[in-house]
């Protein structure tokens, strides 16, 4: 079974968010600062990290540029968009704020750890009626085959990887730009506009919406 870093300084939290993932069958270790989950991470490295901000001696957001290679799941009390996007842009993977449900919590562990260590089942995405191949570059709607341009995949592959989630431009930008190096600011809305108006046609929804000032996000509307 997965490993699973808590760092956070709240015992009580700990200790709960301990309890469910050691009846969940995952191996726990945890750390009650930041300077402690460096020495942790200097002997050990987890599957997953689930990291609050609010640490003693070195916070979360200064210990988030020393993980590499490690999914963070960031559990804060900071509510602020700014600080979502800044932490999501500096390599968090996914962000829950507290207080938090434990089933949703649960959820958001299992698809970090899905994606990160069983290939055959990030291959194939699937958003209410939408799927897209990652292998094949395929992609249908309710069955029917949507032809994408080679930048509209690559914007619609990371928005399913983070469906229902406000995804930056930038962040945009900086995920795609192996495959798609000439796409600029400017021009991603060109490409978004054109992804949204395929998929209305196939689907009549509008599965992509613009949140102004930071980024795009898919998510089922009429």
């Not at 939408?130 to 395929?138: A, H, V, Y």
Request: proline share 4%; aromatic share 4%; with cysteine.
């Amino acid at each position: 079974m997965s490993d699973i870093l808590i760092i956070d300084d709240d015992a009580p939290i700990s200790a709960l968010l301990e309890e469910t993932l050691l009846n969940r069958g995952y191996t726990v270790h945890k750390a009650f600062s930041g300077t402690e989950a460096l020495l942790v991470l200097s002997r050990h490295k987890p599957d997953l990290i689930l990291l609050d901000l609010m640490l003693p001696g070195l916070s979360g957001e200064e210990l988030l540029p020393h993980i590499r290679d490690i999914p963070v799941i960031v559990v804060s009390a900071k509510v602020s968009t700014a600080d979502k996007v800044g932490l999501l842009l500096g390599g968090a993977a996914d962000y829950v704020t507290k207080p938090f449900d434990m089933d949703e919590l649960l959820a958001r562990i299992t698809v970090q750890l899905r994606s990160r260590t069983d290939p055959a089942a990030s291959s194939i995405l699937s958003y209410h009626d939408i799927d897209l191949n990652t292998d094949t570059r395929r992609i249908t709607v309710g069955g029917d085959a949507v032809r994408l341009t080679r930048t509209e995949f690559a914007i619609m592959k990371l928005l399913m990887q983070n469906a229902e989630r406000v995804v930056a431009k930038l962040t945009i930008l900086e995920r795609i730009n192996d495959d798609t190096p000439d796409c600029t600011e400017d021009s991603l809305k060109i490409h978004v506009h054109n992804l949204r108006r395929k998929l209305k046609a196939v689907s009549g929804k509008d599965y992509i919406s613009a949140v102004w000032g930071i980024g795009f996000m898919l998510a089922e509307t009429s």
